[in-house]
C-alpha cells in the first residue's frame, strides 16, 4: 500500500501530529507515507493562510522518515497551492526549499477565491468550472516545479452540481496533455469517498480515461488524510479504478524522481 498524499498538524485544516498519523500508517500495513503538508501562500481565507514554520516542518520531516525507517518508508513532501500572479514566485522557492522526496500541485482557489467557501457564491457551475480549468491551464504555463498534480477536478466536491463533462474536454486535454509532456503525473484521491461524491471520484472517470487514452502513465494514490482513521483510506477502490482503466503500474517517487509498482 502506498499512500501519497496525507496531512498533519503541521497543515492548517489538521489537528492530528504527524507521529499518530505515521502510527496509523505503520498499523495499516502502509509501505510507503508521503506526508505532504499544505503551503497555499497567499490563500484568500484569512482565517486559514496554510502556512508552514518551515524550518520545524524540515526538521520534523528529517527526524521521522529515520525514527520509522524500520517500519515503514517515509516520504518527505509537500503540497503547494497554485494561485496566479505574484504568489507563483513563493510557489517556486518552497518547491525548492527542501530536498523533498514528492512536490504536489494543486489548487484550492480560483481567480482569487477560495473554493471551498468563496469561489461558487457569484458563479452558476456551468461557468465556474470552465473558469477553473482555464485558471490552472494558465497557472500551469507558468509554474512547472511539482511532481504530481493533485485532485485535479476537486472543483466537483464544491459545486451545487457536476453539469456534464463535454464542454470542459478540450481544455482538460489541454492540461493533461501539458503534464505529459512535461514529465508530471496526477493522483488518485480518495477524498471524493469520504466527501460522499458518490461516483463523481478525483479524477472523474471521464478525465482518468483520457489520461491513459493520451499516453499518460505516472499516477498516484492519495487518501488526503486529515486524521488517523483516513490514512490509506479506500487504497483498493484506487487500484481497482487503475486496473479497469488498463493501468499496470502505480507510481511511488524518491528524491522527486518516479518509479514503478506493478499493481
Not at 2 to 28: G, L, Q, R, W
Not at 44 to 56: A, G, Q, S
Not at 216 to 235: C, K, L, N, R
Request: hydrophobic residues 40%; contains cysteine; glycine residues 6%.
Amino acid at each position: 500500500m502506498f499512500d501519497y498524499h496525507i496531512h498533519t498538524n503541521f497543515s492548517d485544516d489538521c489537528m492530528t501530529p504527524m507521529d499518530e498519523m505515521i502510527k496509523a500508517a505503520v498499523k495499516k500495513g502502509v509501505r510507503e507515507l508521503a506526508i505532504t503538508d499544505h503551503y497555499d501562500p497567499d490563500y484568500p481565507d484569512i482565517n486559514f493562510p496554510f502556512e508552514i514554520d518551515f524550518p520545524k516542518y524540515h526538521q520534523k520531516l528529517t527526524e521521522v522518515s529515520e525514527t520509522y525507517k524500520n517500519k515503514i518508508k517515509i516520504l518527505k513532501g509537500i503540497e503547494i497551492g497554485i494561485q496566479h500572479g505574484d504568489t507563483l514566485k513563493k510557489c517556486e522557492l518552497a518547491a525548492k526549499a527542501f530536498p523533498y522526496d514528492i512536490v504536489l500541485g494543486a489548487f484550492h482557489s480560483a481567480c482569487s477565491a477560495d473554493l471551498y467557501c468563496q469561489y461558487f457564491k457569484d458563479r452558476n457551475p456551468v461557468t465556474g468550472i470552465m473558469d477553473y480549468y482555464l485558471y490552472m491551464a494558465g497557472c500551469l504555463k507558468e509554474f512547472k516545479d511539482f511532481d504530481v498534480l493533485g485532485h485535479i477536478n476537486v472543483i466537483d466536491r464544491y459545486a451545487e452540481f457536476v453539469p456534464d463533462y463535454a464542454p470542459y474536454m478540450e481544455i482538460i486535454e489541454s492540461i493533461l496533455k501539458g503534464l505529459i509532456h512535461e514529465g508530471k503525473g496526477i493522483e488518485i484521491n480518495a477524498s471524493s469517498h469520504w466527501y460522499g461524491m458518490g461516483e463523481r471520484t478525483l479524477p472523474s472517470k471521464e478525465i482518468l480515461t483520457l489520461y491513459k487514452a493520451l499516453g499518460g502513465e505516472i499516477i498516484t494514490i492519495g487518501s488526503d488524510a486529515h486524521t488517523a482513521p483516513q490514512v490509506g483510506y479506500a487504497y483498493q477502490k484506487a487500484v481497482d479504478m487503475l486496473i479497469s482503466h488498463g493501468f499496470l503500474y502505480v507510481a511511488t517517487f524518491e528524491d522527486r524522481k518516479v518509479n514503478f509498482v506493478k499493481i
